[in-house]
């Protein structure tokens, strides 16, 4: 992997690279850093957060079905409103510092948040803050890379964001262990670790202008390119397979239920999942490059299915959680990247942002209904019977969704 500190011309023009292979640019590095000090904050949270709340709090597996819901899917409300801001005013940086601005006030809000009611209220605005800020920047990802490296860069991206991902649940540990039950304490360096991040981005981040900022981008347009041929099979894809995707928390808490492992060892899980995504996010965005971005996607969800059996099965042990957690990670690494550089290229330039965040609302309104139905299917029967169900429907899903994938990138809109 090459980085480079220079950026490209706008446009999706790419430096001369002589016999070198092709630079990812400065500015995807610097949001990159931005999204991995993000993530340690985020991760510290959301590592403790399904023990916090079943165990601290008293949750029912209904009640944090519906939470977790609010975690996977809130954000659906405003991530189309953040991508279309961006487009409309061509400078999406601007978007994205208050997206990030409002995410990093939510951790230190967890500190006098006690109740059910409040700490909902905090998640809410956690998630959209994310929603806010998600598009803007995947689209300044875009707008510094050339069409060619898509995948490259965001694999780059997703490898530093999971970096602090993986960085964040060992604080998280290491506050516990050192600080049983401080669970303030990892609110406090939460939001420390998540104020940096906003200052990288304000200071050092270049306020790129997109190709909507020379030309205003009418609402009418960016409603009829979302609702194109071209971008109608990924999104239904994606929602399809987005209901089917069970909540990371929920899965841990099954291999928790099953193995029976100390509390404090909670946020380790995470770590396992997030190690794997971080060795695998650069090389299998450059295989979504090679070979076709909605091939690696849909072959990324053909991996659920078996984590959810491993999950299952009624005797684990050390050895089976580590795959589980390997697999997980190998899933993000197909999906979490690829999908946005898909998407970029089936929308034109000045309605990129809007696009993005259109996928990624599907994805999040289907992961909201995905927590709650698996919630309520937990409660009913259990996580072993809740699993094997939602495996099955996704080895049913998966061949559909490949055939609504089956020539996207093919309609890609010209450079």
Same mark, same amino acid.
């Given at each position: 992997?090459?980085? /480079?500190?220079r950026?490209?011309?706008?446009?999706?023009?790419?430096e001369?690279?002589?016999?070198?292979?092709?630079?990812?640019?400065?500015t &995807?590095?610097?949001?990159?850093?931005?999204?991995?000090?993000?993530?340690?904050?985020?991760?510290?949270?959301?590592? &403790?957060?399904?023990?916090?709340?079943?165990?601290?709090?008293?949750?029912?597996?209904?009640?944090?079905?519906?939470?977790?819901?609010?975690?996977?899917?809130?954000?659906?409300?405003?991530?189309?409103?953040?991508?279309?801001?961006?487009?409309?005013? @061509?400078?999406?940086?601007?978007?994205?510092?208050?997206?990030?601005?409002?995410?990093?006030?939510s951790? *230190?809000?967890?500190?006098?948040?006690?109740?059910?009611?409040? *700490? =909902?209220?905090?998640?809410?605005?956690?998630?959209?803050?994310?929603?806010?800020?998600?598009?803007?920047?995947?689209?300044? *990802?875009?707008?510094?890379?050339?069409?060619?490296?898509?995948?490259?860069?965001f694999?780059?991206?997703?490898?530093?964001?999971?970096?602090?991902?993986? *960085?964040?649940?060992?604080?998280?540990?290491a506050?516990?262990?050192?600080?049983?039950?401080?669970?303030?304490?990892?609110?406090?360096?939460?939001?420390?670790?998540?104020?940096? @991040?906003?200052?990288?981005?304000?200071?050092?981040?270049?306020?790129?202008?997109?190709?909507?900022?020379?030309?205003?981008?009418?609402?009418?347009?960016?409603?009829?390119?979302?609702?194109?041929?071209?971008?109608?099979?990924?999104?239904?894809?994606?929602?399809?397979?987005? !209901?089917?995707?069970?909540?990371?928390?929920? #899965?841990?808490?099954? $291999?928790?239920?099953?193995?029976?492992?100390?509390?404090?060892?909670?946020? #380790?899980?995470?770590? @396992?999942?997030?190690?794997?995504y971080? +060795?695998?996010?650069?090389?299998?965005g450059?295989?979504?490059?090679?070979?076709?971005?909605?091939?690696?996607?849909?072959?990324?969800?053909?991996?659920?299915?078996?984590?959810?059996l491993?999950?299952? #099965?009624?005797?684990?042990? !050390?050895?089976?959680?580590?795959?589980?957690?390997?697999?997980?990670?190998v899933?993000?690494?197909?999906?979490?990247?690829?999908?946005?550089?898909?998407?970029?290229?089936?929308?034109?330039?000045? =309605?990129?942002? /809007?696009?993005?965040?259109?996928?990624?609302?599907v994805? +999040? $309104?289907?992961?909201?209904?995905?927590?709650?139905?698996?919630g309520? !299917?937990?409660?009913?029967?259990?996580?072993?019977?809740?699993?094997?169900?939602?495996?099955?429907?996704?080895?049913?899903i998966v061949?559909?969704?490949?055939?609504l994938?089956?020539?996207?990138?093919?309609?890609?809109?010209?450079?």
């Amino acid at each position: 992997m090459y980085i /480079s500190v220079r950026d490209r011309p706008a446009g999706g023009r790419s430096e001369p690279t002589g016999t070198r292979a092709p630079r990812v640019a400065g500015t &995807v590095v610097l949001l990159g850093v931005v999204s991995l000090l993000t993530d340690v904050s985020s991760e510290m949270v959301s590592s &403790v957060l399904p023990l916090y709340l079943t165990a601290v709090v008293g949750l029912s597996p209904i009640a944090y079905g519906f939470v977790d819901g609010i975690y996977q899917g809130v954000s659906a409300l405003v991530r189309i409103a953040g991508g279309y801001a961006g487009d409309r005013g @061509g400078r999406p940086k601007l978007v994205a510092v208050a997206g990030y601005g409002i995410s990093a006030l939510s951790r *230190i809000a967890l500190l006098p948040a006690a109740g059910y009611a409040a *700490i =909902t209220t905090v998640i809410t605005a956690d998630r959209l803050g994310k929603g806010l800020r998600t598009a803007p920047r995947d689209a300044l *990802i875009v707008e510094a890379s050339p069409p060619a490296m898509l995948g490259r860069a965001f694999g780059v991206h997703r490898a530093l964001d999971t970096l602090g991902a993986a *960085i964040g649940p060992l604080l998280a540990f290491a506050l516990l262990a050192s600080l049983p039950g401080g669970y303030d304490s990892i609110f406090v360096v939460s939001f420390a670790f998540a104020t940096v @991040g906003v200052a990288v981005l304000v200071l050092f981040v270049p306020n790129l202008r997109t190709a909507a900022g020379t030309a205003r981008v009418g609402l009418r347009r960016v409603v009829r390119e979302v609702a194109g041929r071209r971008l109608r099979g990924p999104l239904l894809a994606a929602g399809l397979l987005g !209901l089917l995707t069970v909540g990371d928390g929920f #899965l841990y808490l099954a $291999l928790q239920d099953r193995d029976d492992f100390a509390a404090r060892w909670f946020p #380790l899980l995470y770590v @396992g999942t997030n190690l794997a995504y971080l +060795a695998l996010a650069v090389p299998l965005g450059r295989l979504a490059d090679r070979v076709g971005r909605a091939r690696v996607l849909v072959a990324g969800h053909l991996v659920l299915p078996v984590c959810y059996l491993l999950a299952a #099965l009624p005797h684990g042990g !050390l050895a089976l959680t580590v795959v589980v957690l390997l697999l997980l990670g190998v899933f993000y690494a197909a999906s979490d990247g690829v999908l946005p550089a898909l998407v970029s290229r089936l929308v034109s330039a000045e =309605t990129r942002g /809007s696009g993005i965040a259109a996928a990624q609302t599907v994805v +999040a $309104l289907a992961r909201f209904a995905s927590s709650v139905l698996f919630g309520l !299917l937990w409660t009913l029967s259990g996580p072993r019977p809740a699993l094997l169900l939602f495996g099955a429907l996704l080895l049913g899903i998966v061949p559909l969704a490949a055939w609504l994938l089956r020539g996207a990138e093919t309609r890609e809109v010209p450079a």
